[in-house]
């Protein structure tokens, strides 16, 4: 679970986040949508940790925010644009690398953590890329590799910073399907911003709209309509329903 | 799926190495070379091996001592020491030490050069150290270049120190090896940068600041000890197909120091020296274009 009271950021006298006070409950997928500069990735930031001058309290899974890098590891898992220096490592190995905060000093990795790392490489249809270097992967993989490597981490909490960007939708049907597996016990939680609206819309169980730092809507995916889109995103668009699972897609007018 | 035959085809290797080396060895005692020199040429190889095991781990190294201008720095400071303080080997070791210590800083947090421009920094040092003390040596008259032979042939190797001078530093050569297995993954994880790693500034401040300390060490030990005679532990090791490529690595690296002594006795020092210097550039240019990325990324 993750408890935010009132958290509000400043960068150079500059409001980026704006007194948000939520809480999210464990098992559930949060997206986050709003268009860009409305302070998406600073809340996520903010909640990892990363950004620690914010004022307002954050605790997950019922512990404060710490100061212990491997709590602080266990509890939150952040995915950003962070590219792994060492071409060179193989990805099975930069996967197992994950589960070092569960990993005691001076002793090798756990068959659960080997078992972890496998089961998520074939999560993410990646078994076939396991010994192949970093620097050598196409970038789709590339980018699964990563997804894999902030879950195997099995944080009570996974921020996912645009998971969606330069994946192919076989790509995006696996993250989807591998985000339902990780919330599917109850006892873990995903928060993911992304400018795809329909994957967030077709995957999140609650949706939180971000406008000025402010979560300015919250609710299922129903909450999408084109006067929300038009209102938080100042454009026209049209909503359909998914013929499978019936929650909305949103599709834009062409320029003409 | 793994075939099944590299265990076997490992195994001929690693054998095959072991017996090249016996043979090179025996060759070079025939000739007279002293026991204890061999054995400083091992203890150098051994030092190198850490060295480029660490550096494969942590620090994502493209560049061999040779190329990064590591050797020129310190064949230099302990020219310098022995020409103008002193010759005592723990002098030597401590010049050497405290002027790669100050380059590793100067290439780490002064220039920090990508990949490429740091072979073109190890060129430029290596040339501005031959302008700065070649002349002088050579006008400093035999003595002064039979010193610079002993420096670039590995001055321990050359002097001839005795067995317990080897001692302390074969034990700080196992404390690091030793280390470096142990926080095998740990120092992996750093090697990806502090975002993957995830540890504070201070705990990732003091662990660059213990690696910069250990690889001086090493780098210096491994001058001390090998000279220049071996450049391209690296290459060997990155482009080992073997499943023991470290083991494999170390063998072939030991051979072609065996093999550099006898070309030396055979021809001369510095053209052994050349052929060494120059294998190290030939694989640095073989393993560079080998080593291609498919993506843009890197």
């Known amino acids: ?62 512990v404060p925010q710490t100061s212990d890098q491997r709590v602080k590891s266990i509890n939150v898992s952040y995915y950003s644009r962070a590219m792994p220096q060492n071409p060179d490592e193989t990805l099975y ?17 756990t068959d659960y953590d080997r078992q972890v790392a496998e089961e998520y490489l ?49 790509s995006l049907k696996l993250l989807r399907r591998a985000l339902m597996r ?65 929650k909305p897609e949103v599709h834009f007018f062409p320029d003409l | 799926m793994r075939n099944p035959m590299m265990k076997k085809n490992d195994i001929i290797e690693i054998a095959s190495l072991v017996a090249v080396l016996i043979i090179l060895a025996w060759i070079n005692y025939l000739l007279e070379v002293p026991v204890i020199a061999l054995f400083a040429t091992g203890a150098g190889i051994f030092f190198y091996y850490i060295l480029v ?13 040779i ?85 670039f042939l590995g001055f321990f190797s050359s002097v001839q120190i005795n067995y317990t001078g080897m001692i302390a530093p074969l034990g700080l050569g196992i404390a690091a090896l030793s280390l470096s297995l142990a926080l095998y993954p740990e120092l992996r994880l750093l090697s990806q940068g502090a975002f993957f790693f995830g540890g504070s500034r201070s705990v990732i401040t003091a ?19 090998l000279g220049w005679m071996c450049g391209f532990g690296l290459y060997v090791r990155y482009l080992s197909r073997s499943r023991y490529p470290g083991l494999a690595a170390a063998l072939k690296l030991y051979v072609f120091a065996e093999f550099a002594i006898i070309l030396a006795h055979y021809t001369s020092p510095w053209f052994a020296i050349a ?14 274009k080998k080593r291609k990325y498919w993506y843009d990324r890197y």
């Open chain 2, 275 to 288: 052929f060494s210097a120059c294998s190290s550039y030939i694989l640095f240019l073989y393993y560079a």
């Open chain 2, 67 to 151: 190329q990064t201008g590591e050797a020129a720095v310190g064949s230099f400071a302990i020219y310098a020491c022995i020409r103008f303080v002193s010759a005592n080997p723990y002098l030597v070791l401590l010049s050497g030490f405290i002027s790669l210590l100050l380059y590793d800083i100067y290439l780490k947090i002064l220039i920090a050069p990508e990949k490429n421009e740091r072979l073109l920094n190890g060129i430029l040092v290596q040339a501005i150290l031959a302008s700065i003390f070649l002349y002088p040596a050579a006008g400093g008259g035999t003595s002064s270049l039979a010193t610079l032979e002993k420096i």
């Open chain 1, 1 to 62: 679970m993750i408890d935010i009271k009132n958290l509000s950021l400043s960068i150079n006298g500059r409001l980026i986040v704006h007194d948000i006070t939520a809480t999210i409950n464990d098992g559930e997928i949060i997206g986050v949508i709003g268009k860009t500069g409305s302070g998406k990735t600073m809340f996520l930031k903010t909640i990892a940790g990363q950004i620690p001058d914010h004022t307002g309290s954050i605790s997950v899974g019922r």
């Open chain 1, 122 to 170: 074939s999560l993410l249809n990646l078994d076939s890329f396991r010994d192949e270097k970093l620097g050598t992967l196409p970038d789709g993989i590339f980018k699964r590799g990563m997804l894999a490597h902030t879950l195997i981490r099995e944080s009570s909490a996974v921020l996912l910073d645009n998971p969606t960007n330069d994946l192919d939708i076989v």
């Open chain 2, 53 to 65: 095991h660490i550096s494969t781990v942590y620090g994502n190294a493209s560049c061999d001592y």
């Open chain 1, 182 to 246: 990780y919330v599917m016990d109850g006892d873990r939680l995903v928060i993911m911003c992304s400018n795809d609206i329909n994957f967030i819309a077709q995957t999140a169980d609650t949706l939180l709209v971000m406008d000025n730092g402010r979560i300015a809507e919250s609710g299922t995916a129903d909450i999408l309509n084109a006067d929300m889109i038009k209102t938080y995103f100042g454009i026209d668009a049209i909503i359909s329903r998914n013929v499978y699972n019936g």
């Open chain 2, 207 to 225: 662990i660059n600041i213990g690696m910069t300390i250990i690889r001086s060490l090493l780098t210096t030990a491994t001058i001390g000890f």
């Open chain 1, 93 to 109: 190995n930069f996967l197992l690398l994950a589960r070092i905060p569960y990993k005691k000093f001076f002793r090798p990795f």
